[in-house]
Structure formats: structure tokens, C-alpha cells
């Protein structure tokens, strides 16, 4: 039997899956991690830059304060960060300058373990990827192979691809991702051993598998029955769903297969009850089993971009368009050649097909990002592109441009543009986000409620023994007494 270690999803995959990535906030990074650390995680995955967005964006939050909130109350779980290597925070190509300023600062502030899963599987981008974390200070990397469904996405393609890993001296292991929930117990039975008969070097002891299908449950046990020791999973009401098996019950069944799973369940609990009381308080979702749903294999559209298209339809009123734009997605996704529906081409695929609904003729407007993908901008595409689109989207101005993959912006570039003073972490959002949505997080540092909440925190310093704080009405005192506590 296997000795497995568990990674914890809840606070990103889960997040993004089950509330929108909208969800998680910096208070409750800072009330559940202390128990997080207690559970005996191998990891505990915490963001991407999509969840550093959202921090920006919808709670106006700076992502780097969460981060070192999350690394001071987890000072033994490794923290892991999630990257395709060709984007971060913006839907187009980041430029290389850019992506190392960001794992270095990653690195910086906390991050010490980071999965690099390229959708396009463009394996040699792939390597470069973790050559640059490994430079700037990662202490782990994960190389991915990512699964789907497809005409062309066979057991020889995949193979060709994690060979490519093999020999990658930065990167340290390799895992199967899988985004969809696609994976079935019988696929992983002939799948598994095909990817590791292509391996001489590495190992495959990794598996990422949502729940979208209510197959991963049973999938994961299958996994480990076949040698797989490290299995992500997440705590309610952050599992399930389109989300990852629940840990606990994960737990229990491992175990009565003859696993051996070395985590402390009370710990567990405890960060589940506090999720719980958050998801209760902000009226957010709790993530159930899903029944299996064999439609679901035709369009495969993970369960974050799902809530997410939900939450954007809603935006804009028109949240009756949804199974539309899901069922477009299919036609799209074959006119595109196939690409993996995962972020961010699956974001690409809904787009384009939510313009398609939208307009009610299939490409009379199409989205920036996916002539970019037609464009070449992301690699070649694993199938044959239809022609009349790909006529098409290269007839626009855009698509008459050269394959842009910002090779030639520097950092010093991005200082005399945003300002030469700027810390490198607000250089950073303002090179990658809207100026307006860095404005206003920083503006919102600076209120009265955060500025109380920075004072507070420094009571847990034994240095201090008192605070006050007044204005022309009110004052407010807080004072540690003998014994250590406060009153």
C-alpha cells in the first residue's frame, strides 16, 4: 500500500471553483491557515494570478499582504503558487521580464513550491519556466501534463509530452493534472502506466483531479492503488461539487483501502468549521457531490470557468444565455484545433462562444484573445484549425500583427512608464492590472478600518502594552495586562 500525502486546494482551485474566485479574502486567509498548518499537508496551494487579481480587483486587497499573512501562520506547510508560464494576471502573453519579477517576488514573499502545467503542452516553454523558478528561488517544482478529451489527445500524445520532462533537470517531479474531472478509474488504469513507461528519470506521483464528473472521489483511490502519493484535495464547503474530493472522507476511504494517511483530522475540522461559518456568513456556496453527468464529456468546461461565466452572464444580465454558451463551446473548441479547456483557453473558448450566442452569428466578432491563439501567439494547436475562421481572424488588423511574446520589455521599460520610486510589488500589479483597480486597492490600505486592523495586530507583539487611538469624539484603548492578556 502507498504512504500519501495530501495538498490542500480549498483556498485557490476550491475558491475558483465553487465562488467565483471571488470568495476568499485576506481575513479569512488569516483565520484559517493556523489550523491549515496543522493538518500535515504536503502543500497548501494558495494562489494564482488570477486569485492575485481578484484580491485587487473585488476586495481591493494587496495579494502580496495576504500572501505573507498566509507564510507567517503556516510557517511549516510549503505554500504553492499555479502558473501556465505564459500569462500572469493578463489574458495575453507576459512578457519574460515580467514573469521573473513576479517569481521572484513570489519567492520573496513566501512561495516556495510552484506547479508549471502549459495548456498548449509546449513542453520546451515548459522547461524554461521552471529554469526561471528555479533561478529566482523556488525550492520545488512540478511539471504538468495536462489531460482532456479530444480526437487528438491520445496515450501516445501525452506520452510524447511528459517524456520532454524527463531530462529537465529544474524540475523535480511531474503530476496529472486534471481540470475537467474527466478522468474515470478505468482511464487511470491504462493511462498511468503509459506515462510512467515514458519516464526513465522522473517520477509521476502527483494527481489533480475535480470533482465535476463525482468520479474523482473513486479515481484518486484508484490512483493511489496504483502508486500515485500525493492527491489534492479540499475542505468543505470548498470540496465537491466542481471543486476536489472532500479530504476527510478522502481520508477515511484511503485508509480503508490499507493507506497510510499521516494528517491530524481535528485539524482539519477546525479549518473546515471556520470555512463553513465564513460561507454561512457571506451567504457563498457550499459545494455537494455532483451526480454523474455523461453531457458533461462533450463540452468539458472546468467548473471555475464555469462559475465564473455564470457570475459574468449575471453581470451583464442575460444569466438565461449560460447552457448556450456552454453548448456553443463545443463547436468552438473544434474550430480552434482542439486546444486543452483549461485556463486560459478556456476562458478563450467560453468568450468566443458567449460572442457567438450574443450576436447570433457564429464569428461575426471575434475576441482579441482567440485571434492571438489562432495568431500563433501561444504555440501551434494540437488539431487542424477550421480554414474560414482562421482566414478570418488573420484578416484583422490584429491578426496581421507579428506573434508578440514581449520579449522586448524590460523592467527598466516598466519604471520610467509607471514610476521609477514604486515598490517592486506595486510596479508589478500597475505593469499587469488597470491603474484605476491599483488606485483603489492602495487607497483602501490606507482607510481608517485597515489602519485599525494593523494597529491591532501589533498586540500580538509582546513588545507593545498599549494602543490608543482618538479623534475629536472618540478615543480607543487597548492595554495588556500583567498576565499577558488584554483588556
Known sequence: ????????????????????????????????????????????????????????????????????????????????????????????????????????LLA???????????????????????????????????????????????????????????????????????????????????LLPSLHAALRTKKLDELHSHSTTGLSPITLLEAADLGISTLHCALPPLANGSSHPEAQRLVANLRARGHTVDVDLEAMARASAYLQRQAKIKNLPVGTPNEYDEAYYRHTIPGGVQSTTRR??????????????????????????????????????????????????????????????????????????????????????RGQQPVNDGGDVTIADLRRRLGRTLSDEELLLRAVMPAEQVDAMYAAAGSPANTLKRLLAGVDDTSVTSISLSDATTTFSLTRNPAGGSR
Open 108 to 190: 520573496r514573499n513566501g512561495i516556495s513550491r510552484l506547479w508549471v502545467i502549459d495548456p498548449m503542452h509546449d513542453m520546451e516553454g515548459a522547461r524554461r519556466t521552471a529554469e526561471m523558478a528555479k533561478r529566482v528561488g523556488f525550492e520545488e517544482v512540478v511539471g504538468g501534463i495536462c489531460y482532456t478529451t479530444s480526437p487528438v489527445h491520445t496515450d501516445a500524445y501525452f506520452a510524447e509530452k511528459i517524456a520532454q520532462l524527463d531530462d529537465a533537470a529544474a524540475v523535480d517531479s511531474i503530476y496529472l493534472k486534471d481540470p475537467a474531472g474527466l478522468l474515470t478509474p478505468d482511464r487511470v488504469r491504462t
Open 312 to 397: 459574468q452572464l449575471a453581470e451583464i444580465r442575460r444569466p438565461e444565455l449560460f447552457d448556450a454558451v456552454i453548448e456553443e463551446s463545443v463547436q468552438v473548441r473544434e474550430d480552434l484545433g482542439w486546444p486543452i479547456v483549461m485556463t486560459p483557453f478556456a476562458q478563450y473558448i467560453v468568450t468566443q462562444a458567449t460572442l457567438n450566442v450574443i450576436t447570433g452569428e457564429r464569428y461575426k466578432q471575434i475576441s482579441e484573445e482567440v485571434i492571438d491563439l489562432l495568431r500563433g501567439d501561444f504555440g501551434p494547436l494540437p488539431g487542424k484549425v477550421d480554414q474560414e475562421l482562421l482566414d478570418r481572424a488573420l484578416s484583422t488588423k
Open 1 to 104: 500500500m502507498t504512504d500519501i500525502r495530501l495538498v490542500d486546494v480549498s483556498l485557490r482551485d476550491g475558491n475558483q471553483s465553487l465562488w467565483g474566485a471571488t470568495g476568499v479574502t485576506t481575513r479569512m486567509v488569516e483565520g484559517v491557515t493556523p489550523d491549515l498548518d496543522r493538518v500535515g499537508y504536503r502543500a497548501v496551494e494558495l494562489l494564482t494570478s488570477t486569485l492575485m487579481a481578484t484580491a485587487v480587483r473585488y476586495h481591493r486587497e494587496d495579494p502580496w499582504e495576504r500572501l505573507r499573512a498566509a507564510r507567517a501562520r503556516m510557517p511549516r506547510t510549503p505554500l504553492g503558487f499555479l502558473t501556465t508560464g505564459k500569462r500572469f494576471i493578463t489574458f495575453h502573453r507576459t512578457p519574460d521580464a515580467v514573469f521573473e519579477l513576479a517569481f521572484t
